[in-house]
């Protein structure tokens, strides 16, 4: 196992436990290098670095940018970046001045089904009022009993066709790309598992992403299974990408890993964290 976890989320965004809990749930498992990676915000950093430092644990400066590429969401991960830069900061606030109409609509649409009180429902769950996502609405449904998890509830009624499902133009590509490398930052593609790409589109993506500045890809994820991450790890030097791994831990019982640990990325991958080691990584494979 890797102790590094490049990908996980906190109650600023759409996590259940503040960045501190999560920056110390990650070290009890052994994470020596951790990213808090909150979706279009940066504001739980400050809290989360000093509690690694606390720890002894190396830490870096991460996000998570969400992105329309055509009919397509994908998500970008930014590292390692200044987290005072103007202009990504008002990059960001401009991706999450659309969330609340965004809800609006997601309620309305889940609402002609007969449940009551979504919105209300779904706010209860969003510590941060601007960050208010498909994960709240998840949360609540599951609460009202319209599901057993997150995951079912996702599949039944906020995927695309379903009918809490609203489409919604985020932030460009380019300009997410941008925004993060303007701050200093390392641009790396999130979770490509989890994109409904064919195998000529996913080509399309990497060879524009890589144009545009990106330079990792996420191969070992909580979402990958070994086989994705087989296939990415080729991928990744196939295109000239650093490799990325992250646990995109959101709450406990939500997700197939906790945060802290992964899988060790497969042979021939280039780390993307090596350039943010203070101290050598410590052998972890006989914790946990």
Partial sequence: MTPVDLHCHSNISDGLLPPDEVVRRAHSRGCQLFALTDHDD??????????????????????????????HTLHIVGLGFDENDPTLLAGLASVREGRA???????????????????????????????????????????????????????????????GYVEHEWARLHDAIDWIRGAGGVAVLAHPGRYDLGNETLRVLLIEFHRMGGEAIEVVSGTHSIADAARFGRLANDFNYQCSSGTDYHATGEGSREPGLNADLPFGCTPVWERWLKQPLQDVSRAN
């Fill in 42 to 71: 940066v504001r739980g950093l400050a809290l989360a670095r000093q509690t690694a430092d606390e720890l002894g644990m190396q830490f870096v400066n991460g996000v998570e940018i969400s992105v329309s590429w055509g009919k």
């Fill in 101 to 163: 109409e965004r809800a609006e609509r997601m309620a309305k649409g889940l609402e002609k089904l007969g449940i009551e009180g979504v919105l209300a429902g779904a706010q209860k769950f969003a510590e941060n009022p601007e960050m208010i996502s498909r994960t709240h609405f998840a949360r609540f449904l599951v609460e009202s009993g319209r599901c057993k998890d997150t995951k079912s509830v996702f599949k039944k009624y906020l995927v695309r066709g379903k009918p």
